[in-house]
Structures are given as structure tokens and as C-alpha cells.
């Protein structure tokens, strides 16, 4: 069983709220626009980190995180990027991917828009975790939580942060 924590779009903003809302987290997973390696690097020193980066990455941020990133873990198979669009939209450049081996739980950012769906056409969950930064149309921050267990995703929280302001 792992808990993870899940945000994205960050844009080189750190908040202090991350660290009380993930302290029991065995990971935190970043779906790209981190903003900055800095920031990266205090992510990493606070937990095991996961990233993808995201259209905002400079090139020292995409040398050390990839574009995209598929992994297992407790028996879920994770895809990640930045730009993925939704169940029936899906972005041109992950689609293929995703149609040809769909996995368990997709997870992307960059839309700034808390979603979580279920794509019955896929049997996969689709997470956009919403934006945890200060910059962008989106007037809540936002935060998720979930445990994967035995391939199993449970227990899905979502956090507000608060305003973007």
C-alpha cells in the first residue's frame, strides 16, 4: 500500500501547505509546469518524487524529468504527462499510447482543472490533479490524495489550497 500525493502546474511556487497535506504521503508525483529545478529539488528532499515536465520547464527541468512516464506500482499502471487532454478528447501526442496499452490510472495537468473521470471505453482513471500554483485562470488551488493498494485506487481526496491570489 502507498499513499500518494498528486498536484501539477505549480509554476515555481513553494507552499508549506504541501508539506503538511503530503506528510504521510510515500510519494508525491508532479504532473508537470514544476517552474523551476530549484523547486523540484525541494520536492525531492522532502519526499520520493515523481515528475514529468511540463510546457513552462526550462531545459535543465526537462534533462533530468521526462515528458512522459509510465510505471507500476502496488499493481497500477501509471501514465503520466503534462498535456493530455480527457476521455474523449485525449491530446493528439498521448493517444496512441493510451489506445494501444491503456493503463490503470492516467494522470495529467496543464488544463489548471481538478478532474477526475472514469473512462469506461479504457477501463482507466483519468486524474488532472488542478493547479497547486499562484499563476493562472484557475481560482482555487487544488491538491489530490489517494492510496494505491494491491491494484487498487482508493480513498481519492481532493485538497483546496485556497485562492490563487
Not at 511556487?13 to 504532473?31: G, N, P, Q, R, S
Not at 498521448?94 to 495529467?108: A, M
Not at 489517494?146 to 487498487?152: K, S, T
Request: neutral net charge; glycine residues 10%.
Amino acid at each position: 500500500m502507498k499513499k500518494i500525493g498528486l498536484l501539477s502546474d505549480t509554476h515555481n511556487v513553494w507552499d508549506e501547505k504541501f508539506e503538511t497535506h503530503f506528510a504521510d504521503c510515500d510519494e508525491v508525483w508532479h504532473a508537470g509546469d514544476i517552474g523551476s529545478l530549484q523547486l523540484a529539488n525541494q520536492f525531492e528532499s522532502f519526499k520520493p518524487f515523481r515528475a514529468v515536465y511540463g510546457n513552462i520547464d526550462d531545459f535543465s527541468t526537462r534533462r533530468i524529468y521526462p515528458e512522459t512516464l509510465r510505471f507500476t506500482l502496488e499493481g497500477v499502471d501509471v501514465l503520466m504527462t503534462h498535456i493530455g487532454g480527457y476521455p474523449g478528447r485525449y491530446d493528439p501526442k498521448i493517444r496512441q499510447q493510451l489506445y494501444s496499452k491503456p493503463p490503470k490510472l492516467f494522470i495529467c495537468g496543464h488544463s489548471h482543472i481538478l478532474k477526475v473521470i472514469y473512462d469506461k471505453k479504457l477501463e482507466c482513471l483519468h486524474m488532472n490533479p488542478g493547479a497547486a500554483g499562484k499563476y493562472g485562470f484557475h481560482q482555487v488551488r487544488t491538491l489530490l490524495r489517494f492510496v494505491l493498494d494491491n491494484g487498487n485506487i482508493r480513498d481519492l481526496e481532493v485538497i483546496e489550497l485556497g485562492k490563487h491570489g
